[in-house]
């Protein structure tokens, strides 16, 4: 069964160095949301990717956060610099997206983030 | 007021127990919803996607009451397996991102 992938699973850090995590979808998948999962609460959409283009920014705190999918397939987030309140699990996920249905989002085993 | 809620839970249930949640979302244009499970420390996994009608899968049944706004899911005859964190997911229009709830964590007991 296809997967989505994704690196690393875990990364602890000191307060204001750069991260970067990596993301690649279901062969196929057009569609790429990045999600930051605090620990008790649901996942928020940082960004959503259609192909290489940017669809959704909005909740992106763009001052220390960076995403690039650049040729439509895989995709890297990158924080710089990063504070304490970033540690998160952070979620990659990726859809088919295909007119007409449900579109049904698949989720990668995400990357653990310490911020120390 | 958040866009989704979700009862937090935990819900604790003998094995062989009905256990329901519920789940109310604000924006009534959703028009895509869906529960997930999470096991501890894992990713969300898709569970089963909401109809308008009601759909079942085994012992799972999901409902939607879009006068209401919101969603349930009924597990039946729980099981230890079924431990974890249920998390609704709410999309408005096809295209749109996916609000999720802060779940709702079920611990099943022998």
């Known amino acids: 069964e296809a997967e989505v992938a994704q690196s690393p699973r875990y990364k602890i850090t000191e307060k204001s160095q750069a991260v970067a995590f990596w993301c690649d979808p279901i062969?196929?998948?057009?569609?790429l949301y990045w999600y930051r999962q605090i620990l008790g609460q649901g996942p928020e959409l940082l960004v959503q990717?259609?192909?290489?283009?940017?669809?959704?920014d909005s909740q992106l705190p763009k001052d220390r956060f960076s995403a690039e999918r650049l040729k439509g397939v895989d995709s890297t987030l990158k924080i710089q610099p990063a504070e304490l309140g970033d540690s998160a699990m952070y979620l990659c996920?990726?859809?088919?997206?295909?007119?007409?249905?449900?579109?049904?989002?698949?989720f990668g085993p995400g990357t653990r983030l310490t911020v120390l | 007021r958040k866009e989704v809620e979700q009862d937090p839970g935990p819900f604790n249930v003998p094995e062989g127990a009905t256990v329901a949640f519920n789940c109310t979302y604000s924006?009534?244009?959703?028009?895509?919803f869906f529960w997930y499970r999470q096991d501890c420390r894992k990713e969300p996994k898709l569970l089963m996607s909401?109809?308008?009608s009601g759909n079942e899968d085994g012992r799972f049944t999901a409902q939607l009451n879009r006068a209401s706004q919101y969603i349930s899911l009924l597990i039946r005859d729980s099981k230890l397996s079924d431990s974890a964190t249920y998390l609704c997911?709410?999309?408005?229009?096809?295209?749109?991102?996916?609000?999720f709830g802060d779940g709702t964590t079920l611990t099943v007991k022998p």
């Open positions: 996920a990726s859809s088919l997206r295909l007119a007409g249905a449900v579109d049904t989002q698949y």
């Open positions: 062969s196929g998948h057009a569609t």
């Open positions: 990717f259609q192909d290489e283009s940017v669809v959704d």
């Open positions: 924006n009534s244009a959703s028009q895509s």
């Open positions: 909401v109809y308008s």
């Open positions: 997911a709410v999309k408005v229009g096809n295209a749109g991102k996916s609000t």
